[in-house]
């Protein structure tokens, strides 16, 4: 199965021939921005653009997304398309542009106010509000719109990305039957007596069902999708092919774990500038002679960070010979600060620092420290490979994809990784520290075995886990969907 770019670049030629590849996602892979009078092009923190990215600039084609940043405007063409990336010019992203009032509606509200409360178990309540609905719907038009702007007459296979656009297989499909529509489904898939409470499911679900195949990241995800389809609409489902028939048009169910990189990030992160960023930061850091924790999420309430800091501090409490010896790095981005939930997070995490680094913090030294930002994928190397342990706490996670960049960026087996058993990634990584993130006990444990895990058995397991990771890699995933899809042109 191929796992390298060029490998890739010719099972696309082969299976897609004259057809357009059209990737469609809510997140730019590139955003441009006027930072202090100075225009700077960034890549955000995403799951979706690491895996994403490099399979665009192995195969072409057209990026369809959000243009959301202060200078995108300035720098598109006529028809908003811009060549990215810059300096290589692999393939084009078209910017699609949102009003504040549908970012606030479509984005901020119904993604990510009701589907993404909806499908993680994370007792967070979802809320339904007809108009965020509204904006929902008009939004996944308007990328529709583009996408079939950018297919013009032409035969093309379009690459739908996540919750942002359950709408949009149906409307293409609508206007054009013959176009191949694939999508992943990035985040978890609930059961069905959880969808159930949607007003709108479905509506949702024949959105959906207007892909050729959709795919999860997980088998339970897809099970979960196919009993919440039977039962809910006239369908004919098929256990055993794993296909829903509706009004005539079959969809295919399939599973698809997601992967990243491997070899750019190993490759990278035992370049000489890699080394030299992570001395770097060691001294601006003060981490010389540290034992170092590192957690590296979005700031979401699904990634585990309340109970990742209570082990901490559990961990301290039992085990007090680690003060002034182990600190423990939480970086990553502030994200959708204007929903309460999400508010009350972060003010919640800061408390626990505060209190955790009074409680246990003498002279100069406190164990946590959190560092807010988007850092490139340059510094995130750096990052891991200061680690001695990085900590994945997931409560609910479809796959997570940092558990697999930090084993990517560690081929010097020197270090462990703690990993939720609640996140898709600890199906491929079971010789990770597992552990149940709510079991504060029993993850305070589990930081002391993985910093005094004997140096042969870090090797072993890291090496069985980077083979895991390098073995079902960002392009294998890719080829496996592509050479799925064909086989239904």
């Known amino acids: 199965m191929t796992d390298d770019p060029q490998q890739l670049r010719s099972v696309v030629a082969q299976r897609l021939g004259e057809k357009k590849l059209i990737l469609v996602s809510n997140r730019e892979p590139y955003v441009h921005d006027y930072v202090g009078g100075e225009l700077k092009c960034t890549t955000p923190a995403s799951g979706l653009v690491t ?63 009701t589907l993404w409360p909806l499908c993680h178990l994370a007792h967070t309540r979802p809320r339904f509000d007809a108009v965020h609905w509204r904006t929902y719907k008009a939004v996944n038009w308007k990328f529709a719109q583009a996408v079939l702007q950018e297919a013009g007459s032409d035969p093309a296979l379009v690459f739908v990305q996540d919750y942002h656009f359950a709408l949009l297989p149906k409307m293409l499909k609508e206007n ?21 409470i949607c007003p709108w499911g479905n509506e949702l679900l024949e959105g959906l069902l207007g892909n050729d195949l959709l795919g999860f990241q997980t088998q339970q995800h897809c099970n979960n999708f196919m009993r919440t389809v039977d039962g809910a609409l006239e369908n004919i489902v098929d256990y055993e092919q794993f296909a829903v028939l509706h009004r005539g048009h079959r969809t295919l169910v399939r599973p698809f774990p997601i992967g990243v990189d491997s070899e750019a990030i190993s490759r990278y992160a035992q370049s000489p500038e890699a080394v030299a960023h992570t001395d770097r930061l060691k001294h601006e850091l003060g981490l010389s002679g540290q034992m170092v924790g590192l957690g590296v999420d979005r700031i979401d309430y699904t990634k585990g960070i309340p109970e990742r800091f209570l082990a901490i ?18 970086i990553g981005p502030v994200s959708r600060i204007n929903i309460n939930e999400y508010k009350a997070l972060n003010d919640e995490l800061y408390h626990l620092m505060v209190d955790i680094n009074h409680k246990h913090g003498a002279d100069r030294w406190t164990p946590i420290h959190m560092i807010k930002g988007n850092y490139p994928r340059e510094a995130l190397v750096a990052f891991f490979r200061l680690a001695d342990v990085c900590i994945v706490s997931s409560v609910d996670d479809a796959m997570n994809l940092v558990a697999k960049e930090f084993v990517s960026a560690r081929p010097d087996g020197n270090a462990a990784l703690i990993l939720s058993r609640f996140a898709g990634a600890a199906e491929e990584l079971s010789e990770a520290v597992l552990v149940n993130p709510y079991d504060i006990d029993g993850f305070a444990d589990a930081i002391k075995q993985a910093l005094e895990m004997p140096q042969q058995e870090k090797e072993r397991r890291m090496a069985r886990m980077w083979q895991a990771v390098a073995e079902n890699n960002t392009y ?10 064909s086989r239904l042109a």
């Open 51 to 113: 895996a994403l990215e490099p399979v665009m600039c192995a195969c072409g084609g057209t990026w369809v997304a959000h243009g959301s940043g202060n200078a995108d405007r300035e720098l598109v063409d006529g028809e908003n398309r811009i060549i990215v990336p810059p300096h290589a010019g692999n393939y084009c992203l078209k910017r699609v542009w949102l009003s504040k009032a549908e970012e606030e509606g479509y984005y901020y509200g119904f993604a990510n106010q």
């Open 176 to 196: 054009r039957p013959d176009l191949l529509i694939a999508h992943f489904w990035h985040i978890p898939w609930p059961n069905r007596e959880a969808f159930a």
């Open 313 to 330: 501090d559990r961990f301290l409490e039992r085990h007090p010979e680690y003060q002034k010896k182990f600190t423990f790095l939480q």
């Open 476 to 485: 294998k995933w890719a080829t496996k969907i592509i050479t799925e899809i």
